[in-house]
């Protein structure tokens, strides 16, 4: 630097002073780049799509076998599924095949004798699709009383001179809600199927009329959530037309319903969803909504997957320090107890498993605070180190972090919610947004209805195609479900 001989010896003083502190600065704002980059799946809440961004560390290879992580294919334990010989074959489907052509001793092989069948071989198959068209005639009659009567139009049936058939349209809305495909993908995929030819505009119109037809049933599916034991919640956002606004999808589910709303992250979002009326325990991610005084108070269950992932970052933080692989061990020992108390058909995890844990888990919270010390000032202005505010959380609400050890009924994670959320990210990655909130809304409430009856076993395109045609499944209440 010129000139640096000129100056006294106070100004170079000043000059250093300058440079250090404008040299600190930097390095802060590189230690958050850095921390920034490092974000993946592992260790954040962030979805595995952004593992592959340019820059991000990937993830660690786990082997197939190691803990935590499921091989592909059949589980250890799960049923399995094979094609089964059936004795219940219609006369109508049974193919005789016979030898053709002639024989090495030039005898034509249609004239030899039938020894018999001497293999066998069925083959599940379905027969190609073609759309018919049925012509519906209401004939009008006349009593000899003087009275005329005309037969009503079939179930279905509308009053249009020509109009496609329930199934067709179920066909249609199933592709469009459960598969995500887009609107003019279905026309040309059930024209290239049926041979029918729906119009753009009348596939987009189906989602109303289904959202209509299963309205009712949705009201019951809410209704029976606040009063469930247990009921987990998320929330994803949504690009929604005009202008791709950005919304909340938000979702509220337990093993056997599925409920979905859309709004936005806020607290007024909140009081309109659920859990202003709960009365069991929510399952959820720590977001700050879920714990907010105006919702009344309830028990909580903090998703110990979230936990695990917070936990990661603080052992890649603290690559030296023993507490986050304790803790991470300690929660991961509890799940894996209360899964094995489940399979057994038990009430509890054993006592002595769990107090070990429980002590494993708490010593860990211990060890971790004395290490990671907290740093004064106000929250809005002052930073905490890694780690910190979470092992506050660990200290602070131990119980809401545990408190499926201790009830089994309770899982551990909001899985439930993240699974049905999925769908709506599946649909993001294909179209990018929905055209608006009124056919969003439309759409999830079409979802909700079906993920329940999926859930409860039934045939979705049965229950749509009922649905469609009046004849409404209903959610039956807990205790017969």
Known sequence: MSGLEELSREELIALTR???????????????????????????GMPPSVDDLPGRKQPKERKADGPGRRRQGKQP??????????DEVADGDIVEHYPQGPCGCGADLGQAADLGVTARHQQIEIPLVVARRFEHHLHTMACRCGAVHTAPRPPGVPAAPVSLGVSLRAWC????????????RVAELVASLTGAEPSPGFVYSLIGRAAAAVACANVRIRMLLTLAYV???????????????????????????????????????????VLADLTGVVVHDRY?????????ERDHQLCAAHLLRDLEDCAETYPDAHWPRQLQ???????????????????AIAAGTQAMFARMFRGGV??????????????????????????????????????FAYDLRIPPTNNQAERDLRPAKTQQKISGRLRSEKATEQRYAVRGYLSTALKHGLDVMTVLRDALLGHLWMPPDPATA
């Open 288 to 296: 700050q909504n879920y714990d907010a005084t105006d919702l009344g």
């Open 77 to 86: 334990g799960a049923q399995g599924k094979a094609l089964a010989w059936s």
């Open 231 to 273: 009921v987990c919640c998320d929330e994803t956002p949504i690009r929604v037309e005009p202008k791709k606004a950005k919304k909340y999808l938000l979702v509220a589910c337990d093993q056997l319903l599925t409920w979905y709303m859309l709004g936005g992250r806020d607290l007024e979002t909140f009081k309109r969803f």
């Open 173 to 184: 809305v199933y592709l469009l809600v459960v598969h995500a495909i887009p609107v003019h």
């Open 329 to 347: 061990m300690a929660l991961r020992g509890l799940i894996h107890a209360a899964n094995l108390a489940r399979a057994r058909g038990e009430g």
């Open 18 to 44: 300058a440079l250090m502190a404008e040299n600190a600065a930097l390095r802060e704002r590189v230690a958050k780049l850095e921390r920034l980059v490092s974000r993946i799946s592992g260790n954040s």
């Open 366 to 403: 211990a060890v971790g605070l004395s290490q990671v010390k907290r740093l004064p000032g106000p929250a809005k202005t002052v930073t905490q180190p890694v780690g910190r505010v979470l092992l506050e959380v660990l200290r602070d609400r131990a119980d809401d972090v545990l408190r």
